[in-house]
């Protein structure tokens, strides 16, 4: 049971290129999430999703877009990198039971990512 | 909107005694909080959670205390041995779809 899985591990891009990062959970858990921490603070929620076929925004969706079209895959993309989202990124997972979410987050294991 | 934070950002403690590491937070509307622990280079772990609706909670060698009055949230680790060393956040949630986190509070074990 691999539980959360991030690809990649370690990226670095220049300034203007795009890329996706994959989230893949085969706990069958409805509910995912993109967090990036920044030195210094907290986990910051980008954006999530409650269902396949279903994403909304968080705390700092600008600059990103994700996708959910497969249950157990949640994928964030950067269309244009910035510095500004030169950043640890994590995916989690949880699963709602009758309605209300199983509060405990799974994270993966993160995505550093350097933009130049 | 929510914040939560921690008082402070280190905290050192020597093996075998007792830490305490501290949270503040914003929204009273948030009625779940979970304490995570994240090794370095790894995702956060879940360390236990509490209902609002409850202002203590034990597991294994760690508690959480609720104080809703003054929105402070604590973890207490008892006999903290080195490999409790990391980083340690709270987060809190109003909605269970979205969880706001702390900055986090580095524990230092000293042998």
């Known amino acids: 049971n691999a539980g959360v899985t991030q690809t990649p591990k370690f990226r670095v891009l220049k300034t203007g290129q795009s890329m996706t990062l ?9 509910y995912m999430y993109w967090y990036r921490q920044d030195p210094g603070m907290g986990l910051r ?7 396949e076929g ?3 925004k968080g705390e700092v969706p600008d600059g990103y877009n994700v996708s959910r079209l497969k249950k157990q895959n949640f994928l964030l993309g950067l269309e244009s990198a910035a510095p500004s989202q030169t950043s640890v990124y994590f995916c989690a997972s949880s699963y709602p039971i009758g309605g209300v979410t199983n509060e405990k987050l799974f994270f993966g294991s993160g995505t550093q990512l350097s933009v130049l | ?6 008082h ?16 503040a937070y914003s929204n009273s509307a948030s009625d779940y909080f979970i304490w995570y622990k994240q090794e370095s280079g790894k995702g956060p772990q879940f360390i236990i959670d509490i209902r ?3 202002d203590k909670r034990q597991g294994q060698r760690v508690t959480v205390l609720l104080n809703k009055t003054v929105k402070h949230l604590s973890l207490q680790i008892a006999a903290t041995q080195p490999g409790d060393s990391a980083v340690y956040f709270c987060a809190e949630t109003p909605n269970f779809n979205k969880f706001y986190f702390g900055s986090g509070t580095k524990l230092n074990v000293k042998p």
């Open chain 1, 22 to 30: 994959l989230c893949a959970q085969d706990m069958n858990h409805e």
């Open chain 1, 45 to 51: 929620l980008i954006h999530y999703s409650v269902g």
């Open chain 1, 54 to 56: 279903t994403t909304a």
């Open chain 2, 1 to 6: 909107g929510e914040s939560v934070g921690l």
């Open chain 2, 8 to 23: 402070l950002p280190t905290l050192s403690v020597q093996e075998g005694d007792n830490s305490i590491i501290n949270c």
């Open chain 2, 52 to 54: 609002s609706n409850m």
